[in-house]
């Protein structure tokens, strides 16, 4: 199993930075990719970036590219958002996703979120 635990969200004003984290514990030697996600308040979770465990390719959605990046420290198993240029369209909570397997078997983990809001 691999589990995960977000950290680092809060209140942010337009155009600030903020930093979230996702430490991974468990199986951890099995997660080939991470993610982050983020659900808004009556919208659908969607995926906001993404990145190979072992090649370090990323690849995020248009709505972030050039103002957010993802990156991984897998001595510390951990993953972070670097957010920037926040907008009020970014409030959400933000899900820490992996997908991990061995032997054939595939599956994927979530974390419980971590709230994202941006206001003035």
């Known amino acids: 199993q691999v589990q995960l635990v977000e950290s680092g969200g809060g209140l942010v004003q337009p155009g600030g930075s903020l930093r979230v984290s996702c430490a991974a514990s468990?199986?951890?030697?099995?997660?080939?990719?991470m993610n982050w996600y983020r659900q808004a308040p009556g919208q659908e979770r969607q995926l906001v970036a993404g990145i190979s465990i072992t090649g370090g390719i990323t690849n995020y959605a248009d709505s972030v590219q050039g103002r957010f990046t993802i990156s991984r420290d897998n001595a510390k198993n951990t993953l972070y958002l670097q957010m920037n240029g926040l907008k009020p369209e970014d409030t959400a909570v933000y899900y820490c996703?992996?997908?991990?397997?061995?032997?054939?078997?595939?599956?994927?983990?979530w974390g419980r979120g971590t709230q994202v809001t941006v206001s003035s």
């Open positions: 468990g199986a951890t030697s099995t997660i080939y990719r």
């Open positions: 996703n992996a997908a991990w397997g061995r032997f054939g078997q595939f599956y994927m983990s």
